[in-house]
T-cell receptor, first 113, second 114 residues
Framework: KAGVTQTPRYLIKTRGQQVTLSCSPI?????VSWYQQTPGQGLQFLFE???????NKGNFPGRFSGRQFSNSRSEMNVSTLELGDSALYLC????????????FGPGTRLTVL | AQSVAQPEDQVNVAEGNPLTVKCTYSVSGNPYLFWYVQYPNRGLQFLLKYITGDNLVKGSYGFEAEFNKSQTSFHLKKPSALVSDSALYFC????????????FGQGTELSVKP
């Protein structure tokens, strides 16, 4: 099976712009989670989607949003970008049962100037 | 509150020696625990998990972890370290009753020298 893919791999934006990141999960996986990784805060949970519904949400402002499509592909959107949004954004997919391991994509490196 | 702690930012080991990367946790209910490894400019790779059963869990690349309920620990171990094991290691716990949400420790940088 193909692994989790994320596009684009690298992005450079300026403050105030918005950005959309895409994630294609492993075939058959219905759960997609998003995490933000920064040197200062480490890995932080953004949200999880399961069967097109947001199942969980982390402690991020409303500028961070996401959605999941019927084919389980997911997108996350960040509006009104701030310098502090610069990070590696990781997507992970799993079969959906919390006991299953999550499989991570390579990430999208977002730089906000 | 659910949390994970990795008390060591860095662990240095000589090749061929045993290695241990420490992890302690605090959860409500039964813990579901995971170890992941991250190589530079890569996503996280799953190593092993503890859900229930034997306290000693075996995983990928010769790694194993020991679940200790009384000490609320889940230390990662390998009998003989390789230079190629050098990477960033994360311990994670699944949040009870919150689907697939994982809480990660801050990570431990493992350096294996020849």
């Amino acid at each position: 099976k193909a692994g989790v893919t994320q596009t684009p791999r690298y992005l450079i934006k300026t403050r105030g712009q918005q950005v959309t990141l895409s994630c294609s999960p492993i075939s058959g996986h219905r759960s997609v989670s998003w995490y933000q990784q920064t040197p200062g805060q480490g890995l932080q949970f953004l949200f999880e989607y399961f069967s097109e519904t947001q199942r969980n949400k982390g402690n991020f402002p409303g500028r961070f949003s996401g959605r999941q499509f019927s084919n389980s592909r997911s997108e996350m959107n960040v509006s009104t970008l701030e310098l502090g949004d610069s990070a590696l954004y990781l997507c992970a997919s799993s079969e959906g049962d919390g006991t299953n391991e999550q499989f991570f994509g390579p990430g999208t490196r977002l730089t906000v100037l | 509150a659910q949390s994970v702690a990795q008390p060591e930012d860095q662990v240095n080991v000589a090749e061929g020696n045993p290695l241990t990367v420490k992890c302690t946790y605090s959860v409500s209910g039964n813990p579901y625990l995971f170890w992941y490894v991250q190589y530079p400019n890569r996503g996280l790779q799953f190593l092993l998990k503890y859900i229930t059963g034997d306290n000693l869990v075996k995983g990928s690349y010769g790694f194993e972890a020991e679940f200790n309920k009384s000490q609320t620990s889940f230390h990662l171990k390998k009998p003989s370290a390789l230079v190629s094991d050098s990477a960033l290691y994360f311990c994670a716990v699944r949040v009870y009753n919150q689907g697939g949400k994982l809480i990660f420790g801050q990570g431990t940088e493992l350096s294996v020298k020849p």
